[in-house]
């Protein structure tokens, strides 16, 4: 049976890749994105009966509403939300601002909390849906100049699962997807914001701005190749809860998880000295 999907982000990247491999299975889409001059020029040959354009700042809860209402005006249902709308904050902590973290917050957190809340209420009256969340595999690891990025992502995570056992008596699935450098405009120093630090212990590093932007089109991800994947998780009995996407998110995640375990491990008896009373 045709899915209905409800896309964030979707003018480049991996918003357009997912919505380019939805519509290939035959699935109709709503396609989101903050200008609709590019959403127009992203999706100019896509076929209109099956595609919906809808504009959406996901920083802005009245419009998250609205535009699920719009797909549901359209196309009667939303069986599959994918939150992946966001931007990029790089430098060091110490030189963010917390306008900084609410810069990149705003999107990467507020808005996916903003999109869920406006699609669970439909997912509940039809008993059915699934939301997939697209994180990071900053949302799994810390890396150099993304504290800010890192938080979100890890929050999105956290929300993620807590929804999930909440949402899932009501035959509602929740994925979280961990992508690691895929071409996409996040890198794009259009798209991108630095931070640079006067910091001299940092300033010797060189230019954070420098370090990122130099991957910027060579990541070796394919946004439409993960668009594929996802619309193979949606088509499950029972969807993944957690994805990695990305021959260097395996490489890079693998090992956190196996430090991760080995430390509970090697501590299983330090961790339960801390039982009991006095």
């Known amino acids: 049976m045709s899915k209905v999907w409800f896309v964030t982000g979707a003018n480049s990247g991996i918003g357009a890749g997912i919505v380019t491999a939805a519509l290939d299975a035959g699935d109709k889409v709503v396609a989101t994105g903050r200008s609709m001059d590019k959403l127009r020029v992203a999706f100019a040959d896509a076929e209109s009966d099956r595609l919906a354009l809808v504009q959406l700042d996901v920083t802005d809860k009245g419009q998250a509403e609205r535009a699920v209402g719009e797909a549901v005006a359209r196309f009667g249902k939303v069986d599959v939300v994918v939150n992946n709308a966001g931007t990029a904050v790089l430098g060091n902590f110490e030189a963010f601002s917390l306008a900084d973290f609410d810069k990149q917050l705003g999107p990467n957190l507020y808005g996916v909390i903003n999109v869920m809340q406006a699609a669970l209420p439909v997912m509940r009256k039809q008993r059915s849906g699934h939301i997939i969340n697209i994180s990071s595999v900053a949302g799994g690891v810390g890396q150099k100049h993304t504290s800010a990025y890192s938080a979100g992502k890890f929050a999105v995570e956290g929300l993620s699962m807590s929804v999930a056992r909440e949402v899932e008596q009501f035959g509602i699935n929740v994925t979280i997807v961990e992508p690691g450098f895929f071409r996409s405009k996040l890198l794009d120093q259009a798209s991108a914001s630095f931070v640079e630090t006067t910091i001299e212990d940092y300033v010797t590093e060189g ?62 008896a330090l961790s339960v000295s801390t039982d009991g009373v006095d």
Do not use: C, H
């Open 207 to 268: 230019s954070t701005r420098d370090m990122w932007s130099a991957y910027d089109g060579y990541q070796n991800g394919n946004p439409y190749k993960l668009g594929k994947a996802l619309v193979q998780i949606a088509a499950m009995d029972k969807p993944l809860k957690l994805f990695l996407a990305g021959s260097d998110a395996v490489e890079v995640l693998t090992p956190v998880v196996e430090e991760r375990l080995k430390a509970i491990k090697d501590n299983a």
